[in-house]
């Protein structure tokens, strides 16, 4: 069982940065769980569904966006320390959201945007950008 947790999110003005991190497992045996699986972002705004953010897949070689994002957010990992990183530039009001990480359902797979295809989920992390 694969455990995420993620922390990062606070409020802040558009036009700020912020880094959103999620860490694997850590402290626990599982963290070896991490090794192979490429990792996706997504967010869900009041009233709205769940949206990709983008993905990383492992061991961290390509990433993918949402075009509401591309060329404002970037996604890294740190495989040493099972961590996934989101780093957003030029917030904007729209991008309030809670935000989760998720672990891809499938080893050593390209990871897609659909979240059914995702099986671990973090708890989510607020960010909400005042304008």
């Known amino acids: 069982q694969v455990r995420l947790v993620e922390s990062g999110g606070e409020l802040v003005q558009a036009g700020d940065s912020l880094t959103l991190s999620c860490v694997a497992s850590?402290?626990?045996?599982?963290?070896?769980?991490?090794?192979?699986?490429?990792m996706g972002w997504f967010r869900q705004a009041p009233g709205k569904e769940r949206e990709f953010v983008g993905s990383?897949?492992?061991?961290?070689?390509?990433?993918n966006y949402a075009d509401s994002v591309k060329g404002r957010f970037t996604i890294s990992r740190n495989n040493v320390e099972n961590k996934v990183y989101l780093q957003m530039n030029s917030l904007k009001a729209e991008d309030t959201a809670v935000y989760y990480c998720?672990?891809?359902?499938?080893?050593?797979?390209?990871?897609?945007?659909?979240?059914?295809?995702?099986?671990?989920w973090g708890q989510g992390t607020q960010v909400t950008v005042s304008s």
């Open positions: 850590e402290g626990t045996e599982d963290r070896y769980m991490f090794d192979g699986y490429s």
């Open positions: 998720a672990m891809y359902a499938k080893m050593l797979q390209a990871p897609t945007s659909r979240d059914r295809d995702y099986n671990y």
């Open positions: 990383i897949n492992w061991p961290g070689s390509t990433t």
